[in-house]
């Protein structure tokens, strides 16, 4: 989920597992969205994108699920490894607006 | 491709002093973008330009902020006086054909003392 405040909301896995990162958005407009990972001391880094009209898109290891009726936005990582452990955005957008973020969740990967 | 470079990748200035944050986005790209990520507020879009041009400044807290884009491979961000509420980290994004798959440098981390 999203964080409010300085502490953000943390995810700790095994390696291995699947992971499951969610995401309430908060405009029923949005028609974009996208996660984002972010490791320490780097930028942001670009994982999977969803447009409105899709409700499930799957990359390598990764899918995004969306879920309109609730404003509910998932991201499932497969077969989690140490080098996913990273702070994870999720972002939206509407029309030619431009990108809001979420506060993000940090995922911790145990080996 | 080497990415959106930032520099310096450390910044630290005392209150008062003038600070440039400088961005080359990726060849090709049409929009540039500044954000500043602080652990209270997040990602915090401050300005954007399309083809050089600012499109949206709404996000530049005040006036001590101005950014430019003199050409399409340059663009910089300036604080001047700098405050110690300014402290955070201050990344460029560049993206090509519209407001939504951004690629990231790596950012400034900036200190006011």
């Known amino acids: 989920g999203e964080s409010v405040g300085l502490h953000l909301p943390t995810l700790s896995v095994q390696e291995g597992d699947n992971s499951i990162i969610n995401c309430a958005y908060s405009n029923s407009a949005s028609d974009y969205f996208i996660w984002y990972k972010q490791e320490s001391g780097k930028g942001p880094q670009f994982i999977i994108d969803?447009?409105?009209?899709?409700d499930k898109r799957q990359g390598q290891r990764v899918t995004v699920l969306l879920n309109k009726t609730v404003k509910h936005l998932s991201l499932q990582i497969a077969a989690t490894q140490p080098g996913d452990s990273a702070v994870y955005f999720c972002a939206e957008k509407r029309g030619y607006s431009t990108l809001t973020f979420g506060k993000g969740t940090m995922l911790l990967v145990s080996p | 491709d080497a990415g959106v470079i930032q520099s310096p990748r450390h910044e630290v200035t005392e209150m008062g002093q003038e600070v440039t944050l400088r961005c080359k986005p990726i060849?090709?790209?049409?929009?540039l973008f500044w954000y500043r990520q602080t652990m209270m507020r997040g990602l915090e879009l401050l300005i954007y330009f399309n083809n050089n041009v600012p499109i949206d400044d709404s996000g530049m807290p005040e006036d001590r902020f101005s950014a430019k884009m003199p050409n399409a491979s340059f663009s910089t961000l300036k604080i001047q006086p700098s405050e110690p509420r300014d402290s955070a980290v201050y990344f460029c994004?560049?993206?090509?054909?519209?407001?939504?798959?951004?690629?990231f440098g790596s950012g400034t981390q900036l200190s006011v003392l």
């Open positions: 994004a560049s993206s090509f054909g519209g407001t939504e798959k951004l690629f």
């Open positions: 969803i447009r409105s009209n899709m």
């Open positions: 060849s090709g790209h049409d929009y």
